[in-house]
């Protein structure tokens, strides 16, 4: 079984930052793309940003320059740094891997909650 576990979620101000941070468990052989999914209600999830295993970068137009994704190899861990948040980035923040154990899957994690407001 894989878990993925997200943290770092919170209230912040417009303005500020946040760090996200989500760790993969289990019975991993290797992790190949992470990314960050965020959800508002009534609205699709989106992609944020994407990573590769080779650390290959891409981001959605509306996090360019101001979020920045990275990873940790050695802890299965993908982070998502946020600067000068916006109140539009309020949402549900997903991460996502593919991971191969026995087989390839995609997994999910269960979210955590970004919210900016003053």
């Known amino acids: 079984q894989v878990q993925l576990v997200e943290s770092g979620g919170g209230l912040v101000q417009p303005g500020g930052s946040l760090r996200l941070s989500c760790a993969a468990s289990g019975s991993i052989v290797s992790i190949n793309a992470m990314a960050w999914y965020r959800q508002t209600p009534g609205k699709a999830r989106e992609l944020v940003a994407t990573?590769?295993?080779?650390?290959?970068?891409k981001y959605a137009d509306s996090a360019k320059g101001r979020f920045t994704i990275s990873r940790d190899n050695a802890k299965n861990t993908v982070y998502l740094q946020m600067n000068s948040l916006k109140p539009e980035d309020t949402a549900v923040y997903y991460c996502n891997a593919e991971i191969k154990t026995n087989y390839v899957g995609r997994y999910w994690g269960q979210g955590t909650q970004v919210t900016v407001s003053s």
């Open positions: 990573i590769t295993s080779g650390s290959s970068t």
